[in-house]
């Protein structure tokens, strides 16, 4: 009996046959694709993009799915913990017999055309959904849009959540043309949803120069937020042919939250469900909602908040959550931040928040030591050093006193150890 590859095996493969990590482009990826038979999709298709608020709004659209009585599956990236988490069906984690018979099919059909690892993660999501017959296939963009290679899919509709500077040495610094870039998942004839009413015009622009069902948050859908008569936050949504009332403030952290469910909402209703939504299973579904590491709260004599916030618009929306959760004693940031960031941006972005700062190493690809962290920032001028996430942990912890916050902060690999470390994954 020929004994099978596990998945370990599978991943740390994965990672040396193409050679860059990313290599943006579509050609490799779709050859690949046509040779396994997936494209097009048999399933509906929504495509998630933007600088941040895409894992949410994946979320609140596989929620709220879910809780409709479809079957759903989503994927996303990067993982926190389990490379299982990327791929998911009915909310349930993809299992390593799945994925390890994806990874053989996907071989067998490659040849001599190489593939990175974000690759192999796509054609394997679209694999499994293929196999569970899902009814709407959710795929999060890993960078950028036009060039992302869950843009093989000619999705029956696209979000663009939010447009800020990050992956510069791919996108660049130019707004515009970062937005122009993400805006590339849309489709001629297909809905293209822009969920934040201040966004970029250049993604307008591009949705209507391609003839794309543009759908913008403020003009063709609306939200309202209020309280309830027991003082409970709850918002209200609208736009034609459908409109809910007494919606739960979804649950998860930061402010955005209502405008990615509305999103959501907006995008599904568009996609013209066979069932309508109805407001009790929606607000069920946004009360159910779960991220870990995002604005993650432990509460304690010392609070703990783990925020992956690995970009400065999501160091912003970190700084104002915190604002808004004052505490009596210091705040402690617990920092580790990957070298192909703008971590200027972010410490700036922070700067406010933090009494004191621990700055630690990732020991991985494009990963900085403490040192290299510190040299990147007139902010961290004095901050002290760390090898490790957990070292640096360890020290807040031993400085910190009753009444005090410690913040883990700047990448999913810094956020990933302290949920282990602290039992929460």
């Known amino acids: 009996m020929v004994s099978r590859r596990s998945l370990a095996d599978w991943l740390r493969m994965q990672e040396t046959v193409h050679g860059p990590g990313i290599d943006l482009g579509l050609e490799r990826i779709r050859n690949v694709a046509l040779r396994l038979n997936i494209l097009p999709v048999e399933s509906r298709t929504i495509i998630v993009a933007g600088t941040n608020g895409k894992g949410s709004t994946v979320a609140c659209l596989a929620g709220i799915l879910r809780a409709s009585g479809y079957r759903a599956g989503a994927f996303t990236s990067p993982h926190l913990l389990r490379y299982n988490e990327r791929i998911a069906v009915d909310g349930g984690e993809a299992s390593d017999a799945e994925l390890v018979e994806a990874f053989e099919a996907i071989e067998s059909a490659r040849g001599s055309t190489t593939l990175t690892f974000f690759e192999y993660n796509a054609l394997a999501a679209l694999l499994v959904f293929r196999a569970r017959e899902v009814e709407y296939s959710i795929l999060e963009v890993g960078l950028g849009g036009r060039l992302d290679a869950v843009n093989i899919v000619d999705a029956d509709a696209a979000i663009v959540c939010s447009i800020g500077l990050d992956h510069a040495d791919w996108l660049g610094t130019d707004i515009a043309g970062i937005g122009r870039e993400k805006a590339g998942v849309f489709r001629a004839g297909r809905i293209a949803t822009l969920a934040d009413p201040d ?27 209020g309280f309830s008569v027991d003082g409970e936050g709850q918002w209200t949504f609208d736009m034609p042919g459908l409109h809910l009332e007494n919606l739960p ?103 406010g928040s933090a009494d004191t700062w621990i700055l630690c190493g990732i020991d991985a690809p494009r990963g900085l030591s403490a040192g290299e962290l510190l040299s990147r920032s007139e902010v961290f001028k004095g901050a002290r050093q760390a090898t490790t996430v957990l070292e640096g942990m360890r020290m807040a912890a031993r400085d910190a006193r009753s009444g005090d916050r410690i913040v883990v902060c700047g990448s999913f690999l810094t956020v990933a150890p302290a949920l282990q470390a602290l039992g929460l994954y």
């Not at 209507?208 to 609306?222: T, V």
């Not at 403030?249 to 939504?277: D, E, Y």
Request: charged share 20%.
């Open 199 to 225: 966004m970029t015009e250049s993604v307008a622009e591009e949705a209507q120069r391609i003839g794309a069902r543009m759908l913008q948050a403020g003009r063709d859908y609306h939200h309202v937020t």
């Open 249 to 351: 403030i979804p649950a998860l952290p930061g402010a955005r939250q209502v405008a990615n469910a509305a999103a959501a909402i907006a995008t599904l209703h568009a996609l013209g469900l066979p069932r309508p939504l109805q407001a009790l299973p929606v607000g069920a579904a946004l009360r159910a909602l779960r991220a870990p590491g995002r604005f993650q709260v432990v509460a304690g004599p010392v609070e703990w908040i783990l925020d992956v916030a690995h970009n400065e618009p999501a160091a912003r929306v970190l700084a104002e959550n915190l604002a808004a959760r004052p505490c009596n004693g210091r705040t402690i940031f617990v920092t580790g931040i990957l070298g192909d960031k703008d971590v200027d941006g972010v410490a700036r972005a922070l700067a």
